[in-house]
C-alpha cells in the first residue's frame, strides 16, 4: 500500500502540516493548533508522516506511531536542502514533505528512559564546562604567588579550605611577586603550615644486616656505610644550597641518609673478608686491582689490617702488591697468570663455538634431494660424507655452502643453499 506524505513543522502551540490531496490533488498547507493536532491523524488514510527531528519530536512521534501512521524523523541538515524559498512555517512544511519522499537514514526514534538518560548526560556536559570556566577565570585572577600556593599545597597533598585560606595567604605575604615552587613551599614550612613527608614505607620495616665473619669484615661495612652516609648528606647540602631543594624535602633527605647507614648489610663486606682469608686471587684482582678513586673503603681496611698501601701505586706495582698480599713470587705470579691467560682462551674458545652452533641451529639448508634441515646437522653429514672444505658465498639473506670431496676430481662440489631464520 502507497502511504501518503505528509510534512509537519512542529511548534508550540501551533502545528504546520503540509500534504496533497489524493482525491482532488489539492495542496494543503494548513495550521493545527496542539489540542487538536492528534485529532486530525485519528481517522486519516494510511500516511508517511515526516519530521524534524528534535527533542519534541521524539514524543510526536511516539503518540503518532500508536495511532497507525509511519513516522519519519529527519535530520535538520537533510531538510534544509529542500527550502528553497524564506524560511517560515509553510516553507518548513512544505520542505519536510519533500525530504520524507527522499531516500536516506532516518532518525530513531527514542523511548522517554532514552530522553531521560540523554538529558541528564547533557546537563552533566554543561556543569563540567560551567566548572572548567570558572575554575579557569578564578586561575586568571589569581597573583603568581597564589598561583604557586595552590600548587605547593596539591603537591602535599594539603586541602586549602575557608579555614585554613587566610593563614595560607598570609604565610605567603612576604614571598616576592613571581616566587618560585621552593620559595612558597620554604614560607608555609617556616610558619609551620606544612610539615616534614612523612619517611617512605621501607624504613617501618626491619633489614637483615647479617654478621661479620671477623673484624675486618666489620671495620669494612662502618666504612662503607659512612662513606654513602656522608655522600648522601653532602648532595642534599648541595642541591639545597643551589635551590634546587626545599626545606622540608632538604630535611627528609638528611633523615633517610642518617637511617640508612645503620640498613648497611654485610654481604659485601663478607665477601671481601672471605677473598682475603682465602688468598683468592681472581676476587682480590677485581676488587683491589682498580683506579685508585675506586673501591676506596676495600682497600683502606687493607691498609689498616695488613699495612698495604695500594693507593698511588702505578697499575703493575699495585697488581705485584696485590700477589704478595697472596703470598706469591714472581715466578709464581707469571705461572698463574699464564694458566689465566689460557683459561680464558679456552673460555672464550668455548663461548665462539656455542654462538656459531647456535647460529648455524637457527639457520636451514636445502639438500640436493629436497629435504630441509638446519646448518648444524648439514655440516655434520658433509663431514662424515667425507668433505675436507667449506665455502661460504652469497647474498647476506641467502648463503650458498659449497662442500669439497676430494674424492673425484681432486674436488668435487656439493652444493646447498641455507637461508638464515
Not at 644550597?241 to 632538604?250: F, I
Request: with cysteine; hydrophobic share 45%; glycine share 6%.
Amino acid at each position: 500500500m502507497k502511504l501518503a506524505p505528509v510534512g509537519i513543522d512542529i511548534a508550540k502551540s501551533v502545528f504546520q502540516v503540509h500534504y496533497v490531496d489524493e482525491e482532488t490533488g489539492e495542496i494543503v498547507n494548513k495550521p493545527i493548533k496542539r489540542a487538536k493536532f492528534l485529532e486530525h491523524f485519528a481517522n486519516c488514510t494510511p500516511s508517511l508522516i515526516g519530521i524534524e527531528a528534535c527533542g519534541g519530536a521524539h514524543h510526536w512521534a511516539r503518540q503518532l506511531t500508536k495511532m497507525g501512521p509511519v513516522v519519519r524523523l529527519m535530520p535538520a541538515e537533510f531538510v534544509k536542502a529542500f527550502n528553497i524559498r524564506n524560511k517560515n512555517d509553510a516553507a518548513d512544511a512544505r520542505a519536510i514533505w519533500l525530504a520524507v519522499q527522499q531516500p536516506g537514514k532516518p532518525v530513531a526514534v527514542k523511548t522517554e528512559m532514552q530522553q531521560a538518560m540523554l538529558a541528564l548526560h547533557r546537563m552533566r556536559e554543561q556543569l563540567v564546562k560551567f566548572r572548567a570556566a570558572q575554575i579557569n577565570a578564578l586561575r586568571g585572577l589569581l597573583a603568581a604567588k597564589l598561583h604557586q600556593l595552590v600548587s605547593v599545597m596539591r603537591a602535599a597533598k594539603q586541602p586549602v579550605t575557608a579555614e585554613t585560606v587566610d593563614g595560607l595567604v598570609a604565610a605567603v605575604a612576604g614571598v616576592s611577586n613571581a616566587p618560585d615552587f621552593i620559595e612558597v613551599d620554604d614560607a608555609l614550612f617556616a610558619a609551620g603550615l606544612l610539615q616534614v613527608a612523612p619517611l617512605p614505607e621501607m624504613f617501618d620495616k626491619p633489614v637483615s644486616v647479617g654478621q661479620p665473619v671477623n673484624a675486618l669484615a666489620a671495620r669494612l661495612r662502618d666504612l662503607i656505610a659512612d662513606w654513602r652516609r656522608e655522600k648522601k648528606l653532602d648532595h642534599a647540602d648541595m642541591q639545597r644550597t643551589r635551590g634546587r631543594l626545599s626545606a622540608r624535602r632538604h630535611a627528609l633527605e638528611r633523615s633517610m641518609a642518617l637511617l640508612a647507614h645503620g640498613r648497611e648489610t654485610f654481604e659485601w663486606p663478607n665477601r671481601v673478608a672471605v677473598a682475603l682469608e682465602s688468598r683468592d686471587v681472581a676476587s682480590l684482582l677485581n676488587i683491589l686491582d682498580t683506579p685508585d678513586d675506586h673501591n676506596l673503603s676495600s682497600k683502606q681496611v687493607v691498609l689498616e689490617f695488613h699495612g698495604l698501601k695500594l693507593r698511588g701505586l702505578t697499575a703493575k706495582s699495585r697488581r705485584r702488591a696485590i700477589f704478595e698480599l697472596c703470598g706469591l713470587d714472581g715466578t709464581a705470579q707469571a705461572a698463574w697468570e699464564a694458566s689465566e691467560l689460557s683459561r680464558k682462551q679456552a673460555e672464550r674458545k668455548e663461548q665462539d663455538a656455542q654462538r656459531a652452533k647456535e647460529a648455524a641451529q637457527n639457520a636451514r639448508c636445502k639438500r640436493g634431494d629436497g629435504v630441509v634441515i638446519d646448518g648444524a646437522q648439514h655440516v655434520e653429514d658433509a663431514t662424515a660424507s667425507g668433505c675436507q672444505r667449506l665455502a661460504v658465498a652469497g647474498a647476506p639473506c641467502t648463503l650458498r655452502i659449497v662442500l669439497g670431496h676430494p674424492a673425484v676430481h681432486g674436488c668435487l662440489n656439493k652444493a646447498s643453499t641455507c637461508t638464515p631464520r
